[in-house]
């Protein structure tokens, strides 16, 4: 049986830097306190042999690799950081009905947050005021579903709090573009935010705000936005 | 214990995702009530059981709700470890697997297919889904390879998160999509080894039934 040290050996990490779904995994492995080798995927120019024979269906990162053996799909890789290293503080909790909650919710965050920012930057005059609005309407949704708690999953940063925390990052860019206010449009999940930041793992990880808003200039050129 | 508590699914017929929870409540001999919802007029119950996204399957469970097709499938299988395991109860690597297939699924066929039948026939748009759909066939079918089952030598997660669409191949076919025979025959003997097990045959809808309701749809829902 592998040593911990010898588990945590195996371990690499096909990323892009500006990645919130990248950044879910670096978060996650820096809490379980897992060593593994970062790898800057060039997305923009080729991506890897190593990254295309890796995840040769969707050709994505992040793509994480142990022992040689890919795991594709930031959520996957989540749950599975969580299974193969039981030893780690883990990112679920243990009843099932709790589990698919934060599931759920982590789903949540996935379906609506990235395409809907998208959208904010994307779109202009009608479409991009839908955006807007969504993207208030999903924000108040999940402060609601924070409620008075510090963190989603209770006591402890948990695995909805993983998967949101990076795009904390993106709400200076959804506020530019969205023309609203974070903090006063949901103030609990602004706090919430705040509160991230000040985990060693999100403060390492997240790429400061005004990086974002600038990369999203690089985005609307590549898709020919105004 | 609370595995014993009542159970209820909130479902629609035809939907596949509703499908997949039926499939893995039979595998795992679970008795539940079955409740059909009308989705042009949506139930109390389902409102308050999903307010987020007001969609079905929803499984209640001991007055708790749990929304999301393969997030009570899993349930299903933590709640009640058999018989019948859905996911390889001491394997991480193979666990991570099947989840990506089974999001494969909903990512890539389920966008397909909606495109197949909502779409305008002759549209670039409608052709591109065409394209996509045989796409997204011929990865499932390499991905099944020689087994018998995604799941390996067990009927496991995939399978149950896949075999329900198997009754759309029909539709598929109808719709320009390709003859499964053709495109994808490891699948359609899969589908028929699946079919073989009850859990699946009492579940999945008649291919005909179904793409009388895809015409329904494509009716009321589609592009003009």
Same mark, same amino acid.
């Given at each position: 049986?592998?040593?911990?040290?010898?588990?945590?050996?195996?371990?690499?990490?096909?990323?892009?830097?500006?990645?919130?779904?990248?950044?879910?995994?670096?978060?996650?492995?820096?809490?379980?306190?897992?060593?593994?080798?970062?790898?800057?995927?060039?997305?923009?120019?080729?991506?890897?042999?190593?990254?295309?024979?890796?995840?040769?269906?969707?050709?994505?990162?992040?793509?994480?690799?142990?022992?040689?053996?890919?795991?594709?799909?930031?959520?996957?890789?989540?749950?599975?950081?969580?299974?193969?290293?039981?030893?780690?503080?883990?990112?679920?909790?243990?009843?099932?009905?709790?589990?698919?909650?934060?599931?759920?919710?982590?789903?949540?965050?996935?379906?609506?947050?990235?395409?809907?920012?998208?959208?904010?930057?994307?779109?202009?005059?009608?479409?991009?005021?839908?955006?807007?609005?969504?993207?208030?309407?999903?924000?108040?949704?999940?402060?609601?579903?924070?409620?008075?708690?510090?963190?989603?999953?209770?006591?402890?940063?948990?695995?909805?709090?993983?998967?949101?925390?990076?795009?904390?990052?993106?709400?200076?860019?959804?506020?530019?573009?969205?023309?609203?206010?974070?903090?006063?449009?949901?103030?609990?999940?602004?706090?919430?935010?705040?509160?991230?930041?000040?985990?060693?793992?999100?403060?390492?990880?997240?790429?400061?705000?005004?990086?974002?808003?600038?990369?999203?200039?690089?985005?609307?050129?590549?898709?020919?936005?105004? | 214990?609370?595995?014993?508590?009542?159970?209820?699914?909130?479902?629609?017929?035809?939907?596949?995702?509703?499908?997949?929870?039926?499939?893995?409540?039979?595998?795992?001999?679970?008795?539940?009530?079955?409740?059909?919802?009308?989705?042009?007029?949506?139930?109390?119950?389902?409102?308050?059981?999903? %307010?987020?996204?007001?969609?079905?399957?929803?499984?209640?469970?001991?007055?708790?709700?749990?929304?999301?097709?393969?997030?009570?499938?899993?349930?299903?299988?933590?709640?009640? %470890?058999?018989?019948?395991?859905?996911?390889?109860?001491?394997?991480?690597?193979?666990?991570?697997?099947?989840?990506?297939?089974?999001?494969?699924?909903?990512?890539?066929?389920?966008?397909?297919?909606?495109?197949?039948?909502?779409?305008?026939?002759?549209?670039?748009?409608?052709?591109?889904?065409?394209?996509?759909?045989?796409?997204?066939?011929?990865?499932?079918?390499?991905?099944?390879?020689?087994?018998?089952?995604?799941?390996?030598?067990?009927?496991?997660?995939?399978?149950?998160?896949?075999?329900?669409?198997?009754?759309?191949?029909?539709?598929?076919?109808?719709?320009?999509?390709?003859?499964?025979?053709?495109?994808? %025959?490891?699948?359609?003997?899969?589908?028929?080894?699946?079919?073989?097990?009850?859990?699946?045959?009492?579940?999945?809808?008649? %291919?005909?039934?179904?793409?009388?309701?895809?015409?329904?749809?494509?009716?009321?829902?589609?592009?003009?």
């Amino acid at each position: 049986m592998a040593t911990v040290e010898e588990e945590k050996a195996g371990m690499v990490l096909l990323d892009f830097w500006v990645s919130p779904f990248g950044q879910r995994c670096r978060i996650a492995l820096a809490e379980k306190g897992l060593q593994y080798e970062y790898r800057e995927e060039d997305l923009v120019n080729s991506k890897s042999e190593l990254l295309l024979r890796s995840n040769p269906v969707h050709k994505k990162i992040p793509v994480l690799l142990h022992h040689g053996r890919p795991v594709c799909e930031s959520l996957v890789i989540l749950d599975y950081l969580d299974e193969a290293f039981p030893d780690t503080p883990q990112l679920l909790p243990a009843p099932a009905y709790a589990r698919a909650r934060a599931r759920f919710w982590a789903d949540y965050v996935d379906k609506k947050v990235y395409e809907c920012g998208s959208r904010l930057w994307k779109l202009k005059g009608e479409l991009q005021a839908q955006a807007r609005a969504e993207m208030v309407e999903i924000l108040g949704t999940l402060e609601a579903e924070l409620g008075e708690k510090d963190w989603f999953g209770g006591d402890s940063f948990g695995l909805v709090d993983v998967a949101l925390a990076p795009f904390t990052a993106w709400f200076y860019s959804y506020e530019k573009y969205g023309e609203f206010s974070v903090d006063k449009v949901c103030p609990t999940l602004a706090a919430w935010a705040r509160r991230c930041g000040e985990r060693d793992s999100v403060a390492k990880h997240l790429t400061p705000p005004e990086k974002v808003y600038a990369f999203i200039d690089v985005l609307k050129k590549k898709y020919g936005v105004e | 214990m609370a595995a014993t508590e009542e159970v209820t699914l909130l479902d629609l017929w035809a939907s596949p995702f509703g499908q997949r929870c039926r499939i893995a409540l039979a595998e795992k001999k679970v008795e539940y009530e079955y409740i059909e919802q009308n989705l042009a007029d949506k139930s109390e119950l389902l409102l308050r059981s999903n %307010p987020v996204h007001k969609k079905i399957p929803v499984l209640l469970h001991a007055g708790r709700s749990i929304c999301e097709s393969l997030l009570i499938v899993e349930y299903i299988d933590e709640t009640w %470890p058999s018989p019948s395991p859905l996911l390889p109860a001491d394997d991480p690597y193979a666990r991570a697997r099947a989840r990506f297939w089974a999001r494969y699924v909903d990512d890539k066929l389920f966008d397909c297919q909606t495109r197949l039948w909502k779409l305008k026939s002759g549209e670039p748009a409608h052709e591109q889904a065409k394209e996509d759909l045989v796409q997204a066939l011929t990865t499932l079918e390499a991905e099944l390879g020689d087994r018998d089952y995604f799941g390996g030598e067990a009927f496991g997660f995939v399978d149950v998160a896949l075999v329900p669409f198997t009754a759309w191949f029909h539709t598929y076919e109808k719709f320009g999509g390709g003859v499964a025979e053709e495109l994808c %025959p490891r699948l359609v003997a899969w589908a028929h080894r699946c079919k073989e097990r009850n859990s699946v045959a009492m579940a999945i809808a008649d %291919p005909h039934k179904l793409y009388d309701f895809v015409l329904y749809l494509k009716q009321k829902f589609g592009a003009k």
